[in-house]
Every structure is written in C-alpha cells, then in structure tokens.
C-alpha cells in the first residue's frame, strides 16, 4: 500500500470509537443535575438522620458495559422531580416518614421502573440505581445494604435535587 492510500483511508475504526465513547462521556456529565456545593456534599457524606424525618439517599456508581452505561436518568420521588442522574452521582433529600415511591425515566419521561419504599422516621434509607441488563439499558431501582452504600456514596458527587 503506497502513502496515497493509506493517507485517503481515513481514521480507523478504534480511533471512531474511542470519540464516541468520549462524547458519550461528555454528554453523560453535561446533561446531569447540577452539582450540589462542597459543603453540602460533605455533611450529606456525613450520614446523619434528621430528627422527625427520614432521609432517602439515591446513587448511581461509576457502571460498566453496554452503550447505554452513559445514560442520563430522570428520578422522582412521590411523582415529583428529583433530578436527573449519571454515573457516578447521588441525591439525598429528606421526607416524611411513610410510604413513598421512586420513579425512573428517561429523559422523555417514559417510565422505566419504580420502587415502593417504606422511610422509617430517624432513619437512612438506600436506594442504588443500576442497569439490571446493560446491553438493554433497563435501570433498575433496589434498596442497598447501609455500610456498602455508604463506602459507594462517598466515591460520588452530590447532586442538587428538586425535592426535599
């Protein structure tokens, strides 16, 4: 092969799709909830119930496999937004002791999954959002050990949410 064709040949496909990959990232980050400050993310990491209440933390860890790992996620609480998720990400927000649901979409707001939850007042309460196949993308909402939650969470950025 002379320089001529291998120069018209054009980028190759590893080089396609490691900017794919890169853009998907990007995009992943860019279309997230805003960050929550320094000093609010410290104390949420902190783990202290409100008295009264009971306090709902709901993470999505750094994921793997799939295309549809970069994903951004819309949740609810009770029908009411809480914010929209990437990886690597939490939002904690305080509620009435009681019966509540969590609600995942995406972001045309098509349902993909829920989970009811029962706040025990004084109490932390775990959700973990994960993609129960990530080649179909289907995310799925479960409760989480408290001890492991808190070691993922803590790897997180806090996010602003819109419930509380």
Known sequence: MSN????????????????????????????????APDTEASAAKAFEPVPDKAVVYVFRST???????????????DGAPLGDIGNGAFFRTVVSPGAHKMQVTNVRNEELGSLDITAETN????????L???????????LAEGEEARKTIAQCKMLKGGSN
């Open 63 to 77: 994921l793997a496999g799939g295309m549809h790992t970069f994903r951004t996620l819309r949740l609810y609480i």
């Open 123 to 130: 109490q932390l309460c775990f959700i973990e959002l994960s």
């Open 4 to 35: 001529n064709q291998a120069a018209k040949k054009g980028p190759s496909l590893i080089t396609i799709a490691l900017v794919l990959g890169g853009l998907a990232f990007l995009f992943s980050r860019i279309m997230t909830s805003p960050e």
């Open 132 to 142: 129960s196949d990530p080649l179909s993308g289907k995310p799925s909402l479960k």
